[in-house]
C-alpha cells in the first residue's frame, strides 16, 4: 500500500558527495517515519538515519554521524539523505525505509540504489 521509489546512487570518489531520494506513494497518510539503511552482501542490513514524519527529530547511526543528513519534505512525500565526506566503508546497497501505523504496523522498502566509494 505504500511504494517507495529511490533514485541518486553511483559511483564516487572518496571525500566526495552524494545525494540520494525516496519519493513515497499509496497510502502515504499514516507514514509515521522513514529512514535509510543500508546493506552489503553477505551481511545484515543496517541502520543509517531515521526521522519522523511529523517532527523535525532525526537520529543517525554513529558511524554516519557529522557526515550524512536526513531530511523529508512531507508535501513531496520524499526523504533525502544527503552523503557527504564519503568513504569507501561506505559502499553498500542504500534502502529506503517507511514505517506506517494506521491501520496496522508496517515497514516498507524500496528497491534500493547502489552508493560505491572507490578508493
Known amino acids: 500500500q505504500v511504494q517507495l521509489t529511490e533514485s541518486g546512487g553511483g559511483l564516487v570518489q572518496a571525500g566526495g558527495s552524494l545525494s540520494l531520494s525516496c519519493g513515497a506513494s499509496?497510502?502515504?497518510?499514516?507514514?509515521?517515519?522513514m529512514a535509510w539503511f543500508r546493506q552489503v552482501p553477505g551481511k545484515e542490513r543496517e541502520f543509517v538515519a531515521r526521522?519522523?514524519?511529523?517532527?523535525?527529530?532525526?537520529s543517525y547511526a554513529d558511524s554516519v554521524k557529522d557526515r550524512f543528513t536526513i531530511s523529508r519534505d512531507r508535501g513531496l512525500n520524499t526523504v533525502y539523505l544527503q552523503l557527504n565526506s564519503l568513504r569507501p566503508e561506505d559502499t553498500a546497497v542504500y534502502y529506503c525505509?517507511?514505517?506506517?501505523?494506521?491501520?496496522?504496523?508496517?515497514?516498507?522498502w524500496g528497491q534500493g540504489t547502489q552508493v560505491t566509494v572507490s578508493m
Open positions: 525505509n517507511a514505517l506506517r501505523v494506521n491501520p496496522s504496523v508496517a515497514n516498507y
Open positions: 499509496g497510502r502515504t497518510s499514516s507514514i509515521h517515519a
Open positions: 526521522t519522523f514524519w511529523n517532527t523535525m527529530y532525526t
